[in-house]
């Protein structure tokens, strides 16, 4: 059984930086491949990030391309999130997720597994 726990989030102000983190237990971390997705209220889950399971390939949406980084270590069994120069647009609940795959995919459905998510709120 795989376990999920994101931390890091919280109250940020326009233009400031934040690093969400996803930390892995249950199996061995480096056979997975994972993503951040987010959720603000009345908004279907979108796709955020994610990064293969060595960590060489990475994917980000179009609205978070050159100002969210995605990065892991596997020592620690984290997947990070560093985001950037944050709008209220960011604001949403985010959510780790993790598949058994060499590479990360952008669709909710492709993952197996879910955190609970963490709160990162963008106020202006």
């Known amino acids: 059984q795989v376990q999920l726990v994101e931390s890091g989030g919280g109250l940020v102000q326009v233009g400031d930086s934040l690093r969400v983190s996803c930390a892995l237990s249950?199996?061995?971390?480096?056979?997975?491949?994972v993503g951040w997705f987010r959720q603000a209220p009345g908004k279907e889950r979108e796709f955020v990030a994610a990064i293969s399971r060595g960590g060489v390939s990475t994917t980000y949406a179009d609205s978070v391309r050159g100002r969210f980084a995605i990065s892991r270590d596997n020592a620690k069994s984290t997947v990070y999130l560093r985001m950037n120069s944050l709008t209220p647009e960011d604001t949403a609940v985010y959510y780790c997720?993790?598949?058994?795959?060499?590479?990360?995919?952008?669709?909710?459905?492709?993952?197996?597994?879910w955190g609970q998510g963490t709160q990162v709120t963008v106020s202006s």
């Open positions: 997720a993790a598949r058994s795959a060499q590479l990360g995919g952008t669709y909710a459905g492709e993952y197996n597994y």
């Open positions: 249950g199996r061995t971390f480096s056979s997975y491949a």
